[in-house]
């Protein structure tokens, strides 16, 4: 389109005009897919035909959700992103920081201009991240050469699995496995300080071996959170149930 818009005409109304002419000259005779209905949705909703998309290209649906959503998402699956860097590769460490410094420049700039909905977001730790990082890797190496293994709990039902002695948390009835910056984490405390109980608290970004915990009871995800009561993990229980067995203690 290299004419000028009219004074006078509104664009909805130019455009109109435009399409007109140029289905006249046959312009838009033979494009791709002229006159094919749009194929079938194996999803009966209106979004079906993006996620089909989205399979084609091999896309991951997170590219649907709002930014802040992506940020916390990306900063829960980081441990697991970073995981997969080998600490021995040529360079390694100094990719693991690139990786951590793209996502708090990402981070920052949602934070200059954040959009809904507005959640609790802070920068990466970085320093935090790669001790945690090689903690992680030699944690491992040492199980490689002879470490006795955490035994995997057996899972009970969605939300609860038993524990091992191996993977068993410190003598306590009640430990609340958290990490900075979960607002979940936060209402629960807050629900536990107004009414004075006092949990043991484990911050899992500070201990490799409480993440990998939650990780073997959370299907793999650092979902928190993570409550274990009487020897039973309980993945984001509601607020109530914490109450209730700190109060029986």
């Not at 838009?28 to 009966?44: E, H, R």
């Not at 491992?140 to 293994?149: D, K, L, S, T």
């Amino acid at each position: 389109m290299t004419e000028r818009k009219p004074a006078g005409m509104t664009v909805e109304s130019w455009v109109e005009r435009q399409i007109r002419v140029a289905a006249e000259r046959g312009d838009l005779d033979g494009l791709p897919g002229t006159g094919k209905p749009i194929p079938p949705s194996p999803v009966d909703d209106d979004m079906g035909w993006v996620r089909r998309k989205l399979e084609e290209e091999g896309l991951s649906t997170d590219a649907l959700l709002p930014m802040s959503l992506q940020l916390r998402r990306e900063i829960d699956r980081l441990p697991r992103t970073l995981a997969d860097i080998g600490p021995r590769t040529p360079g390694a460490e100094a990719q693991v920081r690139a990786h951590i410094a793209d996502l708090n420049r990402r981070i920052a700039e949602w934070m200059r201009a954040p959009s809904p909905p507005v959640l609790p977001i802070a920068p990466v730790a970085v320093d935090a991240a790669v001790a945690r990082w090689r903690a992680e890797d030699t944690a491992a190496g040492a199980q490689v050469r002879g470490a006795a293994p955490t035994t995997r709990p057996v899972r009970r039902k969605a939300s609860t699995a038993s524990m091992t002695e191996d993977s068993a948390p410190p003598a306590s009835k009640v430990t609340v496995y958290w990490r900075p910056g979960c607002v979940f984490c936060q209402r629960l405390r807050a629900i536990l300080w107004a009414r004075r109980l006092r949990p043991t608290m484990i911050n899992i970004w500070d201990d490799a071996r409480a993440a990998a915990f939650v990780r073997s009871v959370a299907d793999g995800n650092e979902t928190v959170p993570t409550v274990v009561i009487d020897g039973v993990a309980h993945v984001n229980p509601a607020p109530k149930t914490v109450v209730a067995a700190l109060r029986r203690r």
